[in-house]
């Protein structure tokens, strides 16, 4: 239920061609321009084509996300996919007693997730999204251990900043979506992490470039301006009160 942006639309099909080629990728996008509603759009297009194909049963989805922004996913699902039950995943009397029966999406915490890993795990999704996925980052993380066990067909990572403060950290995000498709950790440090953070190896920068191009959507503002509607400005004003008595007491108190 929502109208996509002209870039949204294109990032749809690229996410729907990774779909249909059994791949997984990251969605790059700058903060702000909806990787949310192009993540929704796709689970909308899996449960349609299901539909049309006349699949029995229900096509499962999985939704991790940082805790502050729970319920905010919680509150765009029902808004944007109302034809989809979602069940979340989370605080402390959760359970998954009549998931696979009755719901579509499941959606938690990575808290959640890498706490009861063990559990979910044996849950088969056809698609697994992963919000602000650079939480994940740090390869020796339990975190890290527990996302590499989701069981998915389709794996999507979105983040804004894929790289935070070290070359190693795009490998990691890697290691999450498409297992083995990266190099191992020694021809990765030798390739590509020495030869650019070092010596600032263009030649090398271009070869990884490459190498993660058809994996890597990235957009940022400037690249579709066109696309994005006119800057709103409001200006609220609001009145600052102190009590005058109070005032006083503050000055002339001694330090």
């Known amino acids: 239920k929502a109208n996509l942006r002209p870039y949204q639309e294109t990032g749809l099909h690229w996410l729907w061609f990774l779909y249909c080629h059994q791949l997984s990728g990251l969605l790059c996008d ?8 192009q993540a929704m759009a796709l689970l909308a ?7 049309a194909e006349g699949v029995k049963g229900r096509p499962h989805f999985l939704v991790v996300c940082p805790t502050s922004v729970i319920y905010h996913w919680q509150e765009k699902l029902k808004e944007y996919l109302p034809g989809m039950k ?9 359970t998954l007693e009549g998931f696979r029966e009755d719901y579509d999406i499941l959606l938690t915490s990575y808290g959640i997730w890498r706490n009861e890993s063990d559990q979910l795990r044996n849950i088969s999704f056809e698609a697994a999204i992963f919000d602000e996925l650079q939480i994940a980052k740090n390869q020796t993380s339990r975190i890290y251990n527990a996302l590499l066990k989701v069981n998915a067909r389709m794996r999507l990572g979105m983040t804004g900043t894929p790289i935070e403060n070290r070359l190693r950290e795009l490998k990691t995000l890697f290691d999450i979506v498409l297992p083995t498709y990266m190099p191992s950790e020694g021809d990765y440090r030798e390739h590509f ?30 690249d579709v301006l066109l696309d994005l509607p006119e800057k709103t400005e409001e200006i609220s004003h609001c009145d600052l009160k102190i009590g005058r008595a109070s005032c006083r007491e503050r000055v002339s108190s001694p330090v």
């Open 86 to 94: 979602i069940w979340t995943f989370y605080g402390a009397n959760r």
């Open 30 to 37: 700058d903060m702000g321009l909806g990787k949310t509603h």
């Open 45 to 51: 297009a899996i449960k349609n084509k299901k539909r």
């Open 193 to 222: 992490i020495k030869p650019i953070e070092k010596d600032g190896d263009k030649d090398r920068q271009r070869l990884l470039a490459r190498l993660i191009h058809p994996f890597v959507l990235r957009r940022k503002k400037n």
